[in-house]
């Protein structure tokens, strides 16, 4: 198995500018999370799906941040516009259930100048 | 939800068993226990979860106490490649309870 597969590896962009970062979650997981990674707060949850509906987004960060999951295979994180303060390593992670351990991807750092 | 603490780092020697101590001395009757490390510049790893019992796989054991309240996860012969930061966390067994990381312990393996 290729295991949870984030597109870009690393983004660098503009202040202004939108980002999107992609996730691909392991085949037959029905659940997808998105998480935030900076120094100062550590890993946070911002948005997790269950059979590709949005569950709680109680931590995505403000109206900037949006996410998609039109279908099992395949979920976007979209940041418009971006701002320097967005800069972290995003992971996505999927697992078989809300309760079940969670496989994580490689993560996608993002930097925006 | 319960907190949970831990050491901010640890250090082992390569071989020796690596002892991972939590305290989660607010620990409800139906919240687990849940360990993922993170490698650097990698993605966190399940390692192992509990509840009551003791557990093991192939990867670590942990060690609950009877009241719950403080666990251990030991890495029986610890190698460089365990070198990361491990997460001790505690949630609920049902659908809706969310996986809160911590700071977690940075463990150093010394050769």
């Known amino acids: 198995d290729a295991g949870v597969i984030q597109s870009p590896r690393h983004e660098v962009t503009e202040m202004g500018q939108e980002v999107t970062l992609r996730c691909k979650p392991i085949s037959g997981h029905n659940s997808l999370f998105w998480y935030r990674q900076t120094m100062m707060r550590g890993l946070e949850l911002l948005i997790y799906f269950n059979n590709n509906v949005p569950i709680d987004d109680s931590g995505m960060p403000e109206d900037r941040f949006s996410a998609k999951m039109p279908n099992a295979s395949f979920s976007t994180l979209k940041i418009q516009p971006s701002e320097p303060r967005d800069s972290a390593v995003y992971f996505c992670?999927?697992?078989?259930?809300?309760?079940?351990?969670?496989?994580f991807g490689p993560g996608t750092r993002l930097t925006v100048l | 939800d319960a907190k949970t603490t831990q050491p901010t780092s640890m250090d082992c020697a390569e071989g020796r068993a690596a002892n991972l101590p939590c305290n989660h001395s607010t620990i409800s009757g139906n919240e687990y226990v849940y360990w993922y490390r993170q490698i650097h510049s990698q993605g966190p790893q399940y390692i192992i979860h509990?509840?009551?019992n003791n557990e093991t796989n192939e990867m670590a054991s942990l060690i609950i106490t009877e009241d719950r309240k403080s666990s251990t996860l030991i890495l029986p012969h610890a190698t460089l490649r365990d070198t990361a930061v491990y997460y001790c966390?505690?949630?609920?067994?049902?659908?809706?309870?969310?996986?809160?990381f911590g700071k977690g312990t940075r463990l150093h393996i010394l050769p």
């Open positions: 992670a999927s697992s078989l259930g809300r309760d079940r351990e969670q496989f």
């Open positions: 966390i505690v949630r609920r067994g049902n659908r809706d309870d969310k996986i809160i």
């Open positions: 509990g509840l009551k």
